[in-house]
C-alpha cells in the first residue's frame, strides 16, 4: 500500500512566468572533471552542502509543476543562460526551501553536539517550525514538528506508515560524509528519519542519499551498475522494496530523459501519479530513483545534472537537492557556478559564504576523528 501525497507547502502552485532581472548566465564550471578537484573533506561537504542548495533553489521555481512547464523552464531558462529569470511567486531567485534548510539544521546539530546526536538535530528541527522559518515542508515532516513541539521524543514523533514522502532523504546527504564509518552513517540515517517519518522506506531513502554521496566524493571513475549495488545494498538493510528498486534502475538509467520518465509513469514506480502523469511526486522511491537517474546521466556534469533533475517535473526541488549534493560532493565546490551561488540565501540569511564556513567547521571535526 503507498501513501497519497499531498500538495507540498504555500507557494508552490502559482505558474511561473518571464520577468525578473536579466544577466544571469547557465555555468561555464559544470565541466570541470572529479579528479581535478580537491579531495579534501571540507570541499566534499561544501560541495556537497552548496551543490544540494543552488538545486533546491533551482527546483523551487517550478515545484509541483506538471513536466510540460518543467521542461519549458529547464530548455528556455536554465539552458539558455537565464537561470534566476524565472520568478518564484514568493520569493526572490536564490531562495532554497525546507530540503536544504533541515540539511543545514543537521550540520549546525553536529557542530553543536561534536558528532551525530538525534535529540540535538530533533531539537534544532521543531525550533526551525517553532520560529515559522520553514519554506515549503511537507506534511509528513510539519505534523512531525509539530508532535515534538508539544514534547513527543524524537523516537516516536515521525508520521507514521504507510506515509513515505521523501523529507527524510532529501536532507540525509551530509551523513555521508559526516560518519565515514558505514554502519554509523546508516544508523544516523536511519534515526534521522525516524524523527519526521516512520515508514522504513523513509530510512532507506534517507541511507540511499548518504551512500550515494559517500560513493560521490570519493571521486573515482563511475560505473552505473557498481553504484547503483553499493546504494542499494545501504537502502535494503533498512527496506527490502527501496534496494530492489535502486538495483533495478541499472536497467534504464541507459534510456533518455523521455523515455525514462515513460518507464517509471507506466511501470507504476510512481503510484501518487499514476491517473495523471504530473511528473514526479514526493513519494521517496520514484523521487530517490530520479535523483540518482540525474547524477549518473552525467556525473562530471553538475548543471546537466541539475536540468535533468528538474526537467521532469513534479517534486523538482528535491529531485535536485539530492541529484545536487551527489554531485557536488563529487566535483566540489568549483564547479558549481559562482554567480548563482552568490544568490543563494534563506530569507536573507544563511547564503553561499554561511554554508561554506558551517561546512567546513563540520568537516573539521570529523578529521579530527572519534
Ligand atoms: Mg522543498
Redo the contacts with the bound molecule.
Sequence with gaps: MQALWPG?GAGVSGKGGRGGKGGIRSPSASSTSASSASSSTADQLAGSLLGQALG?ALG?VV?AQPPEVARVYVEGWLRAGRAGEWPHPQFPFGQY???TQLARELLRSFLEARGWQPSVYAERLAELFRERRDV?AGRGTRSAAVRLLMGVPWNESGTPAPYAGNGAAMRAGPLGLLLPEQEAMCRAAREQARITHLDPRCAAGAAAVARAVAIAAARLPIDAAGFLNEVASCAEAEERSVGDAIRDLAGWVALSPARAARHVHESGLDPAHMDRWQGISAFVTPSLLWSLYAFLRSPDDYWETICTAIGVGGDT??MAAIAGAVSGARLGVAALPADLLARLNDQGEWGAEALTHLAHSCAAIVEQGP
Design positions: 507540498r533546491d523551487f515545484e526551501s525546507d530540503d515549503g526541488d528535491t
